[in-house]
């Protein structure tokens, strides 16, 4: 059974092709500031194609391109770019952008916000950049308890987009028997096209015996895919980058086979695993599909300009 919606989102699909666009436009070397998406798959075909990935903006020539990855980053370094006389196009995704915004927001007004989150992620730190002052990262429900603010009726939530929607209301509910004023945010943070992945997964684990989920392990949206199969029927899941990674004792004993992707994860590598089931007799096919998905963003503003002649009188000024 294979699930749908699976597979790029559009924020992913829009930050690949800034860079792809980027690339066509300027010529290489194009600079990217951290993994454009978590998908090793996607990061080497940008390699290939003259993107050059640096973990941090210091390690950009001046005068160059950098483009942000989809995940986001703080105000500072929006600032370092300045200083080191970068042109920069911002691909952070249009849901993530919202989540920063809303930090601002609340942070204006003085509250004690908690993002519950990954520390770590890259997600996590851009958001937390935006007011440092005031945000703490809540690490699951666990870390409830080590919780503290300044005044209990003035705290709100926000979220990492790409947690499970079961374990982000599951810390909810845990902050919320701490302080129960806590405030919401106006929206549900965790993106659609995560809510709509877990949601097929949720209907394809009831029925699975095995779970498959094509995504890289530094993706969180990919492993919390498995995470909710496993809670959700399955009797096996695993997370796999191709069909090489997969283990041909895992099928032992097994009738039905689950098979989804991650949010940054390209068709191609799903095609390749649907290919290896079908050379091992897995040739029936069922597409489950709860919900349908027809977001699209635009692409980078930065795009429109001519960011070489930006760079080069960077530079030169």
């Not at 990061?43 to 973990?55: P, T």
């Not at 370092?80 to 849901?95: F, H, I």
């Not at 079961?166 to 028997?177: F, G, K, N, R």
């Amino acid at each position: 059974m294979l699930a749908a919606p699976r597979g790029y989102c559009a924020g992913v699909d829009r930050a690949v092709i800034a860079v792809e666009q980027a690339l066509e436009q300027y010529g290489a070397p194009i600079y990217v500031r951290h993994e454009i998406v978590h998908n090793k798959y996607v990061v080497r075909s940008l390699e290939q194609k003259g993107a050059v990935f640096v973990e941090e903006t210091e390690e950009v020539p001046p005068g160059e391109i950098v483009i942000f990855s989809a995940h986001g980053v703080a105000p500072t370094v929006h600032e370092e770019a300045e200083r080191g006389k970068l042109a920069t196009v911002d691909a952070t995704c249009p849901l993530v952008t919202k989540v920063h915004k809303e930090a601002v927001r609340y942070a204006k007004d003085d509250y004690d916000i908690l993002l519950i989150g990954h520390e770590g992620h890259e997600e996590v730190i851009g958001t937390s950049g935006e007011a440092p002052e005031h945000i703490t990262v809540v690490d699951g429900p666990d870390d409830v308890e080590n919780v503290r603010v300044r005044d209990p009726e003035k705290v709100v939530w926000l979220s990492q987009t790409t947690l499970s929607v079961d374990e982000t209301m599951e810390t909810v509910d845990a902050l919320q028997s701490r302080y129960p004023n806590l405030l919401s945010p106006p929206s549900d943070d965790i993106c659609y096209a995560t809510q709509n992945r877990q949601t097929a997964i949720k209907e394809l684990a009831a029925r699975s015996d095995l779970v498959l989920v094509v995504g890289s392990q530094n993706s969180s949206n990919s492993v919390r895919l498995v995470e909710t199969a496993l809670s959700h029927g399955a009797r096996d899941g695993h997370l796999v980058d191709n069909a090489e990674e997969i283990d041909e004792a895992w099928l032992e004993g097994v009738d039905t086979i689950g098979l989804s992707s991650g949010a940054s994860v390209p068709e191609v590598l799903i095609d390749g695993v649907l290919e290896w089931l079908a050379a091992r007799g897995w040739d029936g096919l069922e597409v489950v599909q709860p919900v349908q998905e027809h977001m699209q963003f635009s692409l980078p503003k930065e795009l429109r300009r001519d960011l070489r002649a930006e760079a080069a009188k960077k530079q030169a000024g």
